[in-house]
Nanobody
Framework: QVQLVESGGGSVEPGDSLGLSCVGS????????MAWYRQAAGKQREWVAS???????DYADSVQDRFTISRGNAKNTAYLQMNNLQPEDTAEYYC?????????WGQGTRVTVSS
């Protein structure tokens, strides 16, 4: 069973930072792309950032220059460093991993930014 597990969410104040991690397992295939999505209450899930196995990265405009996505030493891991968090960043954050076989999602980790 392919599995992605997120961790690192929490409650912070505006301007603070959080680091999220995602660990994938259960497949012989490479997660050629890993990404982070988020879903705020009452809104649709939106893409935040992605990174390929070649370490190409891309970001949504809303997080550009504040968030950094990266791969771990193991290619089935991904991280999201979130700096200068704002209330608008409050959401459930989901890890996404893609292999040649399928597209997989983690269960989510909550990030709350409030004063």
């Amino acid at each position: 069973q392919v599995q992605l597990v997120e961790s690192g969410g929490g409650s912070v104040e505006p301007g603070d930072s959080l680091g999220l991690s995602c660990v994938g397992s259960g497949t012989i295939f490479t997660f050629h792309t890993m990404a982070w999505y988020r879903q705020a209450a009452g809104k649709q899930r939106e893409w935040v950032a992605s990174v390929t196995a070649a370490n190409y990265t891309d970001y949504a405009d809303s997080v550009q220059d504040r968030f950094t996505i990266s791969r771990g030493n193991a290619k089935n891991t991904a991280y999201l460093q979130m700096n200068n968090l704002q209330p608008e960043d409050t959401a459930e954050y989901y890890c996404n991993g893609r292999t040649v076989e399928g597209n997989y999602w983690g269960q989510g980790t909550r990030v709350t930014v409030s004063s």
